[in-house]
């Protein structure tokens, strides 16, 4: 007689694809009166899950008419964690089933079965439970599987399938999980592709990858760092925000000014790259604003957490924002918030000569990925531009004209026709620029040489303003998108940087852009991650295709390549000069030298120093 599980799990399939789930309550008498074992797991059926139902259609297995499917131990933990189950197996049929004298198909993957010598006459007891350990692993490729043993009811004609649970639940991942709409597709095929596997549960920490849209979306104090990967940095805002870029680069801007040198001016300054803006909700800057505006000019105001083009609007009178901003107290203190920023706007001078694409106002987007906080790895891509649909009139109160993103364009009635010419490749911007380039005085190739390096430049720059502020820790990562405009005179300026960029591919170039970088993304982050676990060298990344990089604090580098500190530093004492030690006479090497030799030798040797 052998020993059963107390805690197994049995999937019955019928003949019509239904999954029952059963109870081992009243067995042993519905086999006294004859009653069907399919009818009687029919009957104690309750809330089967959809997901295994549909999710779950391989190693399906026929024995008669009736089929059955096999599970592994992750799918079983996927289903326990879904919704309690109270499952177990029709103990009386294996009973007579080796009583009968068969002993049922060999152990799988290591697995060994204890029998025991309870005896079997005694009436109105339940069956001796059967006790499973799996001794060994499994073989190389599959050690993910859980240990299975299976066991066939011959006599009723039904195919049974007994699951131990395991100690430790080992599935076939890594896992990972993505959560939110914005390019689900791009992320997820290149982990499957892996041999990867997605789970959905939000609150599940079982994942090395996790993929979102918004840092609520990830549990920072269950991460473990090392372990685990998250795309987003929990400080970000920092960059990602209007003020918070804008405060960011001022402080920094600070800084530099006291540490730099007068004989060694910057090559590049804030006021290079970002237009004139303040802070409506600082008194300070509100006042300032106000004596700098005069009439005639166009000032732009953005919300500080919102993407989209939502919440933006055009200045071009101060009456009705005095108004708004009339019964502000500069005396009271603000009450206290969760988020104190979330509800401040910047206000910002509009570019009043942007360079226009066949008369339409466009804006460049770029990206660059921080692949790693430990250390920092930072990344350079080149994007793409992003074209209005309809011709540029800076007297249009129309949003659409101003703004360039998708989603306001989505908004004109003729954009499914020419949603095409809204977004242009690299190259194709190279090429109208060429056609300008004896006009305007400019090199050849213009765009991809000097724009790019002008790009990369600011990029390095932003990306210092805040690197010693970022929160570092192993798994962290994050890929953001910056706007750029060129105006008329071919000057660069970096309007915003966004934290969940966006990753729809409705037109052909963004198929033929998106795509391949965020492969290349997930192909970078998880080498890294993976090199730095292991104390290895960084570079060369060899899943680097179309990315720059930019910045690498790998202490494994050659010191020559490493960034110089901006903070300022000690001088250096000069170098003494050798002395050359006298030789000791053989008789005399052990002994003590005397104290009084010992100080004309500290003076000596102090001379040599000055």
Known sequence: MHDLPT?????????????????????????????????????????????YQENNKKNVRYQGDVKYKTIDCYEYRELVSQQPLSVSIHRESLQQHYQEGSEGPAPVDGDTEKKSDASSNSKGMNA?????????KSASGDSGKANRAQHTDKSKGNSLTVQAPPTSVRGHGPYFFIGGGNGVSLVEEPLLSRGWRRIHDKNSDNYRLRWVELKSQIN???????????????????????????????????????????????????????????????KADRDAFFETFKEGE??????NGMNQGKGIYLVRDLSELKEKYSDVQADKPPKRKLRPHANQRLIQRY????????????????YMLIASTTP?????????????????DPDSHDLALHLTNQYQQKKNPSYQDVKEDTVWSMERFNEYVNSLASEKGL??????????????KIMTHCFHAVKNKLECRYGFFELLGFDFLVDTDFNIYVLEINCNPALHTNCEVLKQQLPPMIEETLDIVIEVFEKTMKHKTINPIHSVRRFIQLYNTDTKRVSSSRPKSLSPTRPRPTPMSPVKKKQAPPAQANQQTPPNKAKERTKSTTSLRT
């Open 128 to 136: 001796p439970n059967v006790k499973s350990s799996s001794s060994s």
């Open 7 to 51: 805690h197994t799990l049995v999937t019955h399939t019928q003949s019509n694809n239904t999954p029952m789930q059963h109870q081992d309550t009243k067995s042993t008498q519905a086999q006294k009166q004859g009653v069907n074992n399919t009818t009687l797991l029919q009957s104690s059926v309750k809330n089967v899950p959809t997901l």
């Open 443 to 456: 090199s050849k190739d213009w765009v991809l040489n000097s724009f790019t390096k002008q790009m990369m």
């Open 376 to 392: 920092f790895i930072v990344f350079f891509h080149q994007g793409y531009c992003r074209l209005s649909c309809d011709k540029y």
């Open 351 to 366: 570019i009043p000569n942007p360079l226009l694409l066949n008369g339409k106002k466009f804006d460049v987007r770029s």
């Open 298 to 303: 166009t000032w732009i105001c953005k919300p």
């Open 220 to 282: 920072y104090t269950t991460f473990k760092a090392g372990d685990q990967l998250v795309n987003r940095i929990p400080n970000g805002y920092l960059l990602t925000t209007k003020t918070g870029l804008f405060n960011s680069l001022r402080e920094y801007e600070r800084v530099l000014d006291r540490v730099s040198r007068p004989k060694s001016p910057r090559s590049i300054r804030m006021n290079d790259f970002f237009p004139e803006s303040f802070v409506l909700d600082l």
